[in-house]
């Protein structure tokens, strides 16, 4: 017997997913991609080397990507 007894159905009962709002992941991404310019800015600074914001920007664009947005 499987462990999800309900189908796959979501919190009311509806068969849709508890997926994000399109706003909420846009907002997620928004706020990871400024989390990854700080953190590429703070290591270019410490570094002298100003490659590290690019790699910011994109450890920030990856993490917004695959992190899933929390409930509302």
Known sequence: MSKNTRGGQGRNGDNKQNEPTPEARRKQMIVAL????????ILSVLTQFWLWL????AMG???GAIMKPPAE
Request: proline share 7%.
């Open 34 to 41: 400024i989390i990854g310019a700080v953190m590429g800015i």
């Open 61 to 63: 664009l990856a993490t």
């Open 54 to 57: 690019p790699a910011g920007l």
